[in-house]
């Protein structure tokens, strides 16, 4: 059988602001977000007690990314009196940080916009971002050879059709000149 090429994701979730669970109630506190990659691939921060609409976490993950995968999502959760509510959440295409624009092993620092239930503007995420470099390995089952290859690539962009809420994604186009 063989194995799946994966990637090796270093991601810091630094921290969110602004957030509220309504128009007029902000967040009070109990907040933590959920790293989704895959169904069966989910990891969650500690539960930041004291800084309200303004939390941080500074908490870092080492994630395999399977090839496949085109985007993961981060839900930023707030846990009270009544349950456990998403606040807002962020898809993020791998092609921010994979595929040319910077070598493996350089952390970007990035921040994305969240979006409540409803695709409306709830606050903003703070991360960092490091794909990790060929010869990186986990586990024994991550294969050393991952690698991108940018030469003769050009690289434009596309707005997406209201799935990521007007998120610009990079898409690679072959140079025919």
Known sequence: ?????NGALQLTIISAEALSLTKTRLVKKNTYVVIKVDSNNDQITTMDTENGSYPSWNQKFLIDVPMHVKSFTLEVRCKNFSGD?????????????????????YLQFLSYRLRDRYGE???IINLSVKMMSANYTASSSIPTSYSMKTTG??????MGQRLTHGVVVGI?????Y
């Open 85 to 105: 509510h998403i606040v807002g959440s962020a898809r993020i295409p791998m092609s921010d940080f994979v595929g040319g624009y910077f070598p493996c092993n």
């Open 1 to 5: 059988m063989a194995k799946s090429k």
């Open 121 to 123: 503007r709830n606050g």
């Open 172 to 176: 690679p186009i072959q140079n025919r």
């Open 153 to 158: 690539w050009n690289y434009g962009a596309t």
